[in-house]
């Protein structure tokens, strides 16, 4: 096919010229997040009769697929809300589906409900991603403390009523008892058992999100604790404080995993490796699932928690209601659902899924607290008061990126 | 055919016009060619990287295929044995190929757990500096691949070509290095051009059996579009656009070798 034919080959360009560029034009006005537009419960609970809802969450957590699907489903569906589960690999995913959907304008998207917090919460408000000022008509949203920092700000991000909580999670270590001798009680020392076992110790490479997290933990190391560093992100704040933070972990480097050449990709490969024994600590923000994996063998059997002196980092995670959405009444009635005593024992209980719950214990009735007390207590994992004593706050959602790509270019790249 | 050029042209003019700056999801359009300059060092390697991977593959493709296409047309046992393994490889998707070498020849994989070899001491084939894992993949499908194409072209023209020689009185070496070859460079050639900018643009067998750094261009761009910054997908898109002309690039000067071998003429 030559040029035989230059007035259709030009003609055929012009066209497909004039389609990207109509294209263009259809991209709507993003940056002004929608407001919500029902005005009572009564309206909300009548208009969601019979919809359909799409949750988008994580799908690689086992336990949190089956009390989705065989939990919360189902009373869903009481409710006259047919619930979907959407398994994703990472949320990104579906912040960048509802993006999409808002360039084009869409008002019956693909994407109702979105498990979601922290960077994609505050890069999804920013672009006009979720629908805002819902979560003061949920009945059971009364159930949380109105003055807990952690729900009050997401990362930074002030949360002003555009994603309903769901469940708290904290930031911990963990390691093989069996074959670590010499159990180190802080962070500093934990780096330096990592440098006396060289090979043994590696975490993941941000911007994979406990790679990131982990990172963020050395910051608040080096700086002599989170009191020392700035919540909110500042670029004085940024030069000042991560020297320290990339020198440390550069001269870790040679003592970690293949030399610190190379880093796991996510924190399945490294979960993986503690679970072949190629290292001997892994880290996560779910330590509900480690009884489970203990029990099927998946874990060493001398698998225990590592409970720093200074603490480890804590936050809150929600659900997120996309504002191109076409059923949000129906969502609105899940994250209330989610919200209920009922359900926040259900996925409180560790055979479930052992999330920890966002209630404020005091403010409910005997028999509800009765409920929560009355949960199994695990051999690995301690209870989450003694987990989360000491929990540091999230740094805002601003320091993440500047941290991550830093790391990528003077750690991973030397 | 409009549909093709409507589906084909209006993918590559919107990443393209993304790349330039002028569909921000978020502020003002403006043409820039900040997107490209960004990642700029990334954007090098990967470059650097990616080409490596795809002309080491290739190569390793095409001699490998080339060998089994003789053995095919052989005609004996041995020569349906190889066209049954090939036949048989090819319809397994790349992904199952990828986490199988994954499986087999990790640190803590079965093959070293079989030989008794500790995680410790056997090479980094996976994740390793040399991105052998990823070579040796594609090399595995590809060969097959390549064996197949140039074994359906032996049999038809070539084979007549090559009874004639061998009446005439060639000994085999010469009809292989004066009959054989040329006549199936064509073959060769347009099966090289396929391999080439498929391994380019391949994302989920780097992805799984690489590293995080370097980076080959689909796995940055990826990074890139699902990166929780929004300047980023007009990023991803420069890297799109710089992949797809690399690719352009290879076919054009695949297509002007081909137009130079005897049979083309």
Known sequence: ?414 | MLIALFVVGGGIGFSLVQSLGLLPLVGEASLSLDAYLANGDDLVRGIGLSLAIATASTALSCIIGLTAALVITQGRSTGRLVAGLSAFTIPIPHLVGAASVGLLLSDAGIIPRILGIPGTEWPDIVGGSWWIAVVLEYTWKESAFVALVVAGVLASRVARYDETAALLGASRARRLRHVVIPLARPAVIVSAIIIFVYTLGSYEVAWLLGRPYPEPLPVLAFRLFTSITLTARPEAAAVAVVTTLISLAVVALGMAALRRTPLWK
């Open chain 1, 1 to 414: 096919m030559n040029s035989h034919h230059p007035a259709r080959a030009g003609l055929a360009a012009s066209l497909t010229l004039g389609l990207v560029v109509a294209l263009a034009a259809c991209s709507a006005d993003a940056g002004a997040s929608s407001e919500q537009s029902y005005e009572t419960w009564d309206e909300v609970v009548a208009a969601a009769e019979g919809q359909t809802v799409k949750l988008w969450m994580y799908g690689g957590d086992e336990q949190g697929n089956a009390y989705v699907n065989d939990v919360l489903v189902p009373a869903a569906a009481e409710q006259g809300v047919t619930l979907e589960q959407v398994p994703i690999a990472d949320t990104p995913d579906a912040l960048n589906r509802i993006l999409s959907e808002v360039q084009a304008g869409e008002t019956d998207g693909e994407v109702d409900l979105v498990w979601v917090n922290g960077n994609n919460f505050g890069t999804g408000k920013e672009a006009g991603a979720w629908e805002c000022g819902w979560t003061d008509l949920l009945p059971n949203m009364a159930l949380t403390d109105p003055a807990d920092p952690l729900l009050l700000d997401d990362f930074g991000t002030p949360v002003d009523g555009c994603e309903a909580p769901w469940h708290k999670a904290q930031f911990t270590f963990v390691y093989n008892s069996d074959t670590v001798t010499d159990v180190p009680s802080t962070l500093d020392e934990l780096l330096d058992w990592a440098r006396a076992n060289p090979g043994r110790f590696t975490y993941p490479a941000p911007p994979d999100f406990t790679g990131s997290v982990f990172v963020r933990e050395v910051l608040y190391s080096v700086s002599g604790g989170y009191e020392n560093v700035p919540l909110a992100y500042s670029e004085e704040a940024f030069e000042e404080l991560t020297p320290a933070l990339y020198d440390e972990l550069t001269d870790l480097a040679p003592s970690l995993w293949r030399g610190g050449e190379t880093y796991p990709q996510n924190s399945n490969e490294l979960n993986e490796l503690f679970a072949n024994g190629e290292v001997d600590f892994t880290m996560t923000y779910g330590p509900a699932t480690l009884t489970e994996l203990v029990a099927d063998g998946t874990y060493p059997a001398g698998t225990q928690v590592l409970t720093l002196d200074e603490g480890t980092v804590g936050n809150a995670s929600f659900l997120g209601l996309a504002s191109t959405s076409g059923s949000k009444a129906g969502a609105m009635v899940v994250a209330n659902l989610a919200l209920s005593v009922e359900q926040q024992v259900a996925k409180a209980e560790p055979d479930v899924w052992g999330q920890f719950t966002v209630l404020d214990l005091d403010q409910l009735s005997d028999e509800e607290r009765a409920l929560f007390e009355a949960l199994p207590t695990s051999p690995v994992v301690p209870s989450y008061d003694v987990l989360s004593e000491n929990a540091n706050p999230e740094l805002a959602a601003a320091w993440v990126t500047p941290i991550d790509e830093a790391w990528r270019a003077q750690v991973l790249a030397r």
